[in-house]
């Protein structure tokens, strides 16, 4: 069974500090994984994926196959990152994105 | 290009009744799907379907159905409404059901009385 757990639902840090929300998967094969974001009032899109190994509005993310893990990270938080932070999960073959419960991060001035 | 369309916005409803929440999409997308949005529970697939005439049950199908006449529209049905349905739906679509990237809508906020 696929699972994606999100450990905190609410992450406040300071303007500036660094960022690092949590993502543990629980995938037998070779998942690919997703980070989608949610602003106030827009849709949810998408922020990154694994496979780009790409950055983002700052943010990375590293998937550690060991750790199953798919941490979102960003050195400098800024007060516009405040959002609804969703992980993702897509097994192998044709099945269905999976998401974690979210995390909402409140950046503080 | 409006992207995914979502109707109604809101809707109140009363137990027991039924409606029908609207997605249309202009992208040509073979992949639609639903998933609803409750407070600590993320977001959980109702249905998906994979093209034209065909669908399949996500995580939490009871109480609704779909159908996919046409490549552009999905509509979700509520058959009979409980307050357990009270959530904000979300309709989304993807240009294959290998892609990882979903577009949404912009959600329709149910309340089941």
């Known amino acids: 069974a696929q699972r994606v757990t999100q450990p905190e639902k609410l992450l406040s840090v300071f303007k500036g500090a660094p960022v690092e929300l949590k993502c543990n998967y629980s995938?037998?094969?070779?998942?690919?994984l997703f980070w989608y974001v949610q602003y106030s009032r827009q849709r949810l899109q998408l922020l990154l994926r694994?496979?780009s190994r790409e950055s983002i509005k700052g943010f990375t993310a590293d998937l550690n196959k060991g750790e199953t893990s798919f941490h979102l990270k960003k050195p400098f938080a800024q007060e516009e990152d405040s959002a609804m932070y969703y992980c993702?999960?897509?097994?192998?073959?044709?099945?269905?994105?999976?998401f974690g419960k979210g995390t909402r991060l409140s950046v503080i001035a | 290009n409006a992207g995914v369309t979502q109707t109604p916005k809101f809707q109140v409803l009363k137990t027991g009744q039924s409606m029908t929440l609207q997605c249309a999409q202009d992208?040509?997308?073979?992949?639609m799907s639903w998933y609803r949005q409750d407070p600590g529970m993320g977001l959980r697939l109702i249905h998906y379907?994979?093209?034209?005439?065909?669908?399949d049950q996500g995580e939490v199908p009871n109480g609704y159905n779909v159908s996919r006449s046409t490549t552009e529209d999905f509509p979700l049905r509520l058959l009979s409404a409980a307050p357990s349905q009270t959530s904000v739906y979300f309709c989304?679509?993807?240009?294959?059901f290998g892609s990882g990237e979903l577009f949404f809508g912009e959600g329709s906020r149910l309340t089941v009385l």
């Open positions: 993702a999960l897509r097994g192998s073959g044709n099945t269905p994105l999976v």
């Open positions: 694994h496979i």
């Open positions: 989304a679509s993807s240009y294959g």
């Open positions: 992208m040509n997308h073979e992949y």
């Open positions: 995938y037998s094969g070779s998942p690919e």
């Open positions: 379907s994979v093209g034209a005439g065909i669908t």
